[in-house]
């Protein structure tokens, strides 16, 4: 027989549940150790191809602006993306959008890196590289809560952001936040709106300490459900939203409540002219809300659920914006780009951009290809190895995995080969952050660099290095190393 739950807390809406308490406290007090330490994935979000398509998509907007006359090729657009993790994504969008920008001429953009807690924020001032990108006027930080979301300034230029977005429109970038984001729980029923009420338990009763991943993992979730009616919020577009849920047929839906009103304090302070792109596990499509369910929490040392893209592009057409979601597709991640503009406007170049990135290819396809890549896939060609790096935007995780696999090759590379592996290399380095001392990436790229003897890429690779990382990393220790393990 089960024992009956030990509840430590009772009958709470979920969006104020102490789960999400505890989120907040694990990334508090693990700082970028949360990425570092492995607990919770970040690859599949933060890769290169991401980056490279959000900074197409971007591109693509803001082409689109200057091609209306609503922005001027020498004035420079804001970015701010919410929860930023390690950083890496920023790093590469920054990096991908500067090679667009040059070719097509477009307007800079200045891009914030925030999170909620200041521990994330210290550690990114400190690294180098994304000083490089201050130092260049590409790159700024600030603070920024989305459950409580307030006009942020930025910690280098100690500008206020609203007072530099009178003059900007805003590209806000929430990668693997909105599943972050308390959210409440609903069922419908033959008209009938039930609210699930959460209650927690654990194996004694008592709140965990957040010490160990174990202890908050221990916790459960239990729904007690009531009935409610409208308007349950008293927030006209949060009401307006339920009442359309409300209307379907026998649904669960996760309501992203906070998620909606970050998104509205966003288009404020934007001025109504805002692109938000994001990536999550998320449900796209109001058929994938049919039946009675009870929200997956994913457990990673902090938690997770599956955020709601259908309800914010639902949310988008009432307020007259552009919401673009891709097809229904098996897979970690899917993607959603919400624009708004309260002038007059055509967002063709970034349908396009969109339609070619996340449609009729998904950022995620290489994550796809290489996840399920046999340890020694027998009769593969070197060819097959560059060419899953080329798809993965030259990511260098991606590099450090196929390291084994490019040796084997690098006893007779043919010239073509051995440009490529020297291109590959060098386009993953120009894109690769360093966060953590132990990365793997550095010393795996000196390695291939000395296996296939290209002398003139390693030096150029060892001085771009020392230039960036040379302060924090041992570069010259790391070269002899990789010369004497060759
Ligand atoms: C799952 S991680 C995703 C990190 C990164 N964007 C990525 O894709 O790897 C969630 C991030 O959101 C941040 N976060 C959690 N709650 C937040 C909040 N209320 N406002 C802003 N950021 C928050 C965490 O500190 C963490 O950096």
């Given at each position: ?136 006027g590409l790159m700024d930080f600030c603070t920024f809560d989305a459950t409580n979301p307030q006009v942020p300034t930025l910690v280098e230029s100690r500008q206020s952001l609203g007072a530099l977005l009178e003059r ?176 007059p406007n055509d967002p063709r170049r970034l349908e396009h951009a969109f339609d070619e990135a996340m449609v009729q290819q998904s950022p995620t396809d290489w994550h796809t290809l290489s996840w399920h890549l046999p ?112």
């Amino acid at each position: 027989m089960k024992d009956d739950p030990k509840f430590f807390e009772k009958m709470r809406p979920l969006a104020q549940s102490s789960i999400w308490r505890f989120m907040r406290a694990f990334y508090d007090r693990r700082g970028l150790s949360a990425w570092t330490e492995g607990t919770v994935p970040s690859q599949v979000t933060n890769h290169a191809g991401l980056a490279f398509v959000y900074s197409k998509l971007a591109a693509a907007w803001v082409d689109d602006l200057v091609a209306e006359g609503a922005l001027g090729r020498d004035q420079t657009v804001y970015a701010l993306e919410l929860g930023g993790g390690t950083g890496r994504l920023a790093y590469g969008v920054v990096k991908h959008y500067e090679h667009v920008r040059k070719q097509l001429d477009l307007p800079r953009i200045c891009y914030v890196l925030s999170d909620f807690t200041e521990t994330n924020i210290d550690a990114h001032r400190k690294n180098p590289a994304l000083r490089e990108l201050v130092d260049a006027g590409l790159m700024d930080f600030c603070t920024f809560d989305a459950t409580n979301p307030q006009v942020p300034t930025l910690v280098e230029s100690r500008q206020s952001l609203g007072a530099l977005l009178e003059r900007s429109p805003l590209l806000a970038v929430a990668n693997y936040l909105f599943d972050s984001l308390p959210h409440d729980f609903f069922r419908v029923r033959d008209g009938v709106i039930v609210e699930g009420l959460c209650s927690l338990s654990s194996a004694d009763g008592e709140e965990p300490e957040y010490k160990h991943r174990e202890q908050i993992e221990d916790v459960k979730l239990h729904f007690h459900y009531v009935r409610t009616q409208l308007p349950h919020y008293g927030e006209g577009t949060l009401d307006r939203l339920l009442e359309f849920y409300g209307e379907l047929e026998n649904v669960s839906v996760l309501f992203p409540s906070v998620g909606l009103r970050c998104v509205e304090s966003l288009r404020a302070m934007a001025k109504g002219r805002l692109l938000l792109l994001t990536a999550d596990k998320a449900t796209t499509h109001v058929e994938e809300l049919a039946g009675d369910r009870e929200p997956f929490v994913a457990h990673h040392g902090a938690f997770s659920i599956t955020a709601n893209y259908h309800a914010l592009s639902v949310y988008a057409a009432e307020k007259g914006g552009l919401a673009l979601l891709p097809p229904p597709r098996d897979g970690p991640l899917t993607y959603c780009v919400l624009r708004f503009d309260d002038r007059p406007n055509d967002p063709r170049r970034l349908e396009h951009a969109f339609d070619e990135a996340m449609v009729q290819q998904s950022p995620t396809d290489w994550h796809t290809l290489s996840w399920h890549l046999p340890e020694n896939l027998p009769n593969a060609k070197l060819e097959y190895y560059l060419a899953l790096l080329r798809t993965s935007g030259c990511d260098p995780v991606m590099v450090t995995r196929l390291e084994k696999e490019l040796m084997a090759f690098k006893a007779e590379p043919t010239y073509r080969q051995l440009r490529e592996v020297e291109a590959l290399v060098e386009r993953a380095g120009e894109v690769y952050l360093h966060v953590h001392a132990d990365d793997p990436f550095l010393g795996c790229a000196l390695r291939l660099l000395v296996a296939f003897e290209l002398d003139r890429a390693l030096e150029r690779f060892v001085a771009k290095m020392q230039r960036r990382y040379g302060t924090r990393v041992d570069i010259a220790a790391l070269l002899d190393k990789a010369r004497a393990d060759c």
